[in-house]
């Protein structure tokens, strides 16, 4: 296991001069305090005789928890120490993307497909079970929206987007700030104008994006996701995702700025979002070879959009007449032509297709074997580890292009639920159940609006606590379990955004990425999943993902809470013990956790 030591407090004068240490410091109050530019406080800084505005103590000043590099074992014990804390060069990591294991992979991956850049999870035995650390000097996030344009630094500290992609204005260096002028690849003078020309391109000249009918993006290879930050000025929202490659934590720096995002990876297998679930799937420069394989991604496109969607194509082939790119445009028409996919402009280096309607055309086309229809199968089930299929999906959702736009949206009944027993008074009512217990939570963190920017629902079911949240400025990353029946399509037909999701895994994200994690009757349902899926595990993982100072609302069985109060200090988190009501007006137990601000000195 390797050598272990005491991690102690200690104040910031008791380590001037010192060359090396190890410590563990709990930071109790924030770095971020007033305007952006405000002078921060000293790294390390003793806040015991301070009175925080939350509700939460401070706890004990001397911490037994070491830091050791270790991995999960069976029987799963974590020492009465408390759990240890992983080596400082851990500090980005993620178990399901981490180059190390995949390295060894890569004999048995089809790197002509890229298959190692999607999700590639360790057995238990070789994931690391012991806290993520902050890397040196972290500071509290910036706030929304000031973090739009600006995030600090040291936060993320790799200079290799600022090097190759500063003159397509991805990011620059501007003091102990990284800045973000909002350009990109194909729109370097600023996303604002390249929204406005695609806004122009589908409704030929006479109006905007939310005029042409999209409410819901999924932007492809979304870089630093200026795209999707900008798109919310219009009301858009967009699910954002790049891979883990060569562009240097491009989704590290996204979810930084406050922008939604994930790490995901368009290969061999159907990403995690429900069929019919966006008005326009987006590639600038995306770096997704659309032409290879007999066109079986541009079919997973074809899957994920609505009917009369869009295909926003912004890259060389649309343009170039040099190389081999004349050649790589005429299959993308030949694969487009035979989905019906109708090609409505090609000006300025992009190219905008829109999906039909109907599936006359199409079913024209399997007749005359141009195309082939998928097989009848219950597009309901999640779209988890499902492999790519070359042929096009018919939706059963016949309704999903009569949507109202935001914000009539939000309170959409799919009839797909109907599958899962829940009528539309049920709907209602979860509705307004969540309306009541959102106004509950801010009242016990006692925080401000703008204090919590990234939020995910662990097991969102309805998406009622996201719709709750609608006037917040926050986006919320809505996951289903895809254990469980899928609501997800219903949570995308409400205008909002998710993933499905195994809890028995690491989700496809950085450290540190969100301020409130809300887990209803979660961890109850992954109770007798055996090894790898324990409270425990699953406990890590929120921790993991979750920033300094953030919140974990758990709401479950009183079992289970009793068992997380008894573990939270462990893991050191702050937990405090309140009662509501459920849906049927009867006591409930919901905990509010902390994470505290600790830091490997």
């Not at 991995?71 to 993307?97: A, D, K, W």
């Not at 990284?178 to 370097?188: D, I, R, S, V, Y």
């Not at 600038?284 to 926003?312: A, K, M, Q, T």
């Not at 195994?502 to 950085?510: R, V």
Request: hydrophobic share 35%.
């Amino acid at each position: 296991m390797g050598t272990t030591e005491f991690l102690t407090w200690a104040k910031p004068e008791s380590i001037k001069g010192q060359t090396i240490m190890v410590g563990l410091f709990i930071m109790a109050a924030s770095f971020y305090a007033g305007t952006l530019f405000a002078n921060n406080p000293p790294l390390l800084q003793d806040f015991s005789n301070s009175s925080p505005s939350h509700n939460f103590s401070l706890g004990s000043s001397r911490f037994t928890n070491r830091v050791a590099l270790t991995y999960r074992r069976t029987p799963l014990i974590i020492p009465q120490s408390g759990m240890y804390v992983c080596p400082l060069n851990c500090n980005e990591y993620i178990p399901c993307h981490d180059p190390t294991y995949i390295k060894q992979l890569l004999p048995t991956l089809d790197a002509s497909r890229k298959e190692e850049l999607e999700r590639h999870c360790p057995p238990p035995e070789k994931r690391l079970f012991c806290l993520v650390p902050p890397p040196m000097d972290y500071k509290i996030p910036i706030r929304w929206p000031v973090s739009r344009d600006y995030v600090w630094r040291s936060n993320v500290n790799h200079t290799h987007l600022a090097e190759v992609k500063g003159g397509q204005n991805w990011v620059h260096e501007k003091d102990d700030l990284w800045w973000f002028p909002g350009g990109g690849t194909h729109f370097k003078h600023g996303a604002s104008e390249y929204i406005e020309r695609l806004g122009n391109m589908t409704t030929n000249e006479t109006g905007d994006l939310r005029s042409a009918g999209v409410f819901q993006v999924l932007d492809v290879g979304c870089g630093v996701a200026s795209f999707g930050a900008y798109l919310l000025q219009l009301g858009i929202q967009t699910m954002s995702f790049a891979p883990k490659d060569g562009h240097e934590n491009q989704i590290q720096f996204a979810l930084e700025r406050g922008i939604g995002t994930m790490i995901a990876a368009i290969s061999t297998k159907q990403l995690p979002y429900p069929t019919s679930s966006f008005e326009m799937v987006h590639c600038s420069r995306c770096r997704v070879d659309w032409h290879e394989n007999d066109g079986i991604l541009l079919r997973e496109v074809d899957r994920l959009l609505r009917p009369n969607g869009y295909f926003v194509y912004s890259a060389p082939p649309a343009y170039r007449q040099d190389k081999d790119f004349p050649i790589i445009w005429d299959k993308l028409v030949n694969i487009t032509t035979a989905m019906c996919w109708k090609l409505i402009a090609k000006k300025v280096q992009t190219a905008i297709w829109v999906k039909p309607g109907d599936q006359s055309c199409v079913q024209q086309n399997a007749e005359k074997n141009l195309v082939k229809i998928c097989d009848a199968t219950d597009i309901s089930k999640p779209s988890w580890y499902t492999p790519l299929r070359n042929c096009v999906t018919f939706s059963e959702q016949t309704n999903v292009n009569k949507l109202p736009p935001p914000p009539e949206r939000m309170s959409v009944y799919s009839e797909s639920l109907s599958k899962s027993g829940i009528n539309q008074e049920q709907f209602a009512a979860d509705t307004l159940f969540w309306q009541n217990q959102v106004q509950k939570y801010w009242m016990l963190m006692n925080v401000t609006q703008t204090e919590i920017r990234n939020v995910m629902d662990m097991n969102a079911h309805l998406g009622g606590f996201a719709a709750s949240l609608r006037t917040y400025p926050v986006w919320v990353m809505n996951v289903v379990p895809s254990t469980i029946d899928n609501t997800l399509s219903a949570i995308y037909n409400r205008g909002l955004l998710g993933a499905f999701h195994d809890w028995c895994e690491s989700f496809s994200t950085y450290p540190r990425t969100y301020d409130l994690l809300h887990a209803n009757f979660l961890l109850s349902h992954y109770k007798n999943r055996g090894n790898g899926c324990q409270l425990e595990d699953i406990m890590l993982e929120m921790d993991r993902i979750l920033r300094p100072q953030g919140y974990v609302i758990i709401r479950d069985e009183e079992s289970i809470t009793t068992r997380v109060k008894a573990l939270a200090p462990k893991f050191l988190w702050d937990v405090s013990s309140y009662q509501l009501e459920d849906k049927q007006k009867k006591p409930e137990i919901v905990l509010i956790c902390r994470k505290k601000f600790w830091a490997i000195v």
